[in-house]
């Protein structure tokens, strides 16, 4: 068994499709500190700048529509002091004024929550609606701002570090896992024709050759991720420097907003990852075993995956089946909850949903190969 564990291996590494996938993760990975170093992403400067905007056309829209609507009044005066305590936060940056910039960005957001409870704010245009902060952002905001405060965390100005860098890799790759996943595990139980001679000789059962293949695209793709993420992280730090990986990142959890140093959420961020991992593998099983064409387990996966990104209003719906589940950034943040408007959408929820289905998938594989067994035993 274990001469064919390590044979099954060297087949997973060997397999051009795998060794494609390890350069197009690296070139990802590449990109995202591209986007840091080039484009400035997380630049605390460049992000105040695109809020003070945003805020700006709020301020003048709703002045060109204002009444004697004291409700309308109310909320023109809400965003215009956002307005002025974002110059504030804008000065707290300039000045490097930590605390000036801290208490204005937790007023702020304060601010903008308040802002939801007027009646008003539905009344405004969609365009004008779009550049105001959603409730969702101003609570992670809220949450994220008082961490820092209570916990005397220097504030981070540049990205251009490690931890930095696991910050945008989180929510970036949280989009594109599952399909990275996807496209490492899409040739399980289909290239058995191309070895059959070597396969046949190895004295394991059918059943055990499917556990096998499953248990090595399970450990070999969640491992490549994370060896080759690893390899990066640690490649930025000895350039760079660490960073501060007491930043703090948001973890939802029914209806609150709580903030958990980076450390802390990149193990809970691998071990939903190591969940989805062992889900999407049992998923490419149970395709494969149906439908027998690794070109047709990719395209209803790419499916599955789109279905969210194309029809969110679905969310809620779908809410029983994986298919909200499938991107690591949205369930710990809360996104998915916010955009299906259930609040036990949650990392345990997802976790749990994607796990039950997993079982699902592999007790059918069994039966079928069972039943497969039978029958080639038979004739």
């Known amino acids: 068994m274990k001469a064919y564990l390590l044979f099954e291996t060297k087949l997973f590494l060997k397999e051009t499709k795998n060794k494609l996938m390890f350069v197009i ?74 605390d000036w910039y801290l208490d204005s960005a937790i007023e702020l957001a304060q601010l903008q929550i308040e802002l939801y409870d007027y009646d008003e704010f539905n009344d405004l245009d969609t365009p004008l ?63 058995d024709l191309d070895h059959e001679t070597m396969v046949k000789g190895y004295p394991v059962t059918h059943r055990q050759k499917v556990v096998s293949k499953i248990l090595i695209y399970t450990v070999a793709s969640f491992f490549s991720i994370f060896a080759m993420t690893g390899l990066v992280v640690l490649i930025i730090w000895a350039i760079k420097g660490s960073g501060d990986l007491t930043y703090p990142m948001i973890i939802y959890n029914h209806g609150f907003y709580r903030a958990i140093s980076i450390a802390q959420y990149t193990l809970i961020y691998f071990s939903y990852l190591v969940i989805l991992t062992i889900h999407v593998v049992s998923l490419s099983s ?3 075993i149906l439908l027998k064409n690794v070109y047709a387990t990719l395209l209803v996966g790419v499916v599955c995956f789109a279905i969210p990104l194309v029809a969110q209003n679905w969310i809620g719906w779908l809410r029983w089946t994986p298919i909200p589940y499938y991107n690591p950034f949205a369930i710990l943040s809360g996104d998915t ?3 299906a408007n259930q609040e036990h959408l949650t990392l345990v929820y997802g976790g749990g949903v994607l796990l039950i289905w997993s079982m699902l998938f592999l007790i059918i594989v069994y039966a079928i190969n069972s039943l497969e067994n039978k029958s080639y035993s038979i004739e």
């Open 286 to 288: 149970f395709l494969n």
């Open 337 to 339: 909850s916010y955009l």
């Open 129 to 191: 609606r779009s550049v105001i902060p959603s409730i969702h952002t101003a609570r992670k905001d809220l949450a994220r701002f008082i961490y820092i405060r209570d916990n005397d965390i220097p504030i981070m100005y540049e990205q251009d570090n490690a931890a930095g860098f696991m910050m945008l890799y989180f929510s970036t790759f949280g989009v594109a896992v599952f399909l990275f996943l996807l496209l490492y595990s899409g040739s399980i139980l289909t290239n």
């Open 25 to 98: 993760f690296i070139i990802f990975l590449l990109y995202v500190y591209f986007l840091i170093a080039v484009q400035g992403s997380g630049n605390i400067e460049q992000e105040q700048a695109e809020q003070m905007n945003a805020s700006r056309v709020a301020i003048s829209s709703i002045a060109a529509t204002n009444s004697e609507n004291e409700e309308t009044s109310a909320l023109y005066e809400n965003i215009y002091q956002q307005q002025q305590l974002l110059s504030q936060q804008d000065n707290g940056i300039r000045f490097e004024d930590r």
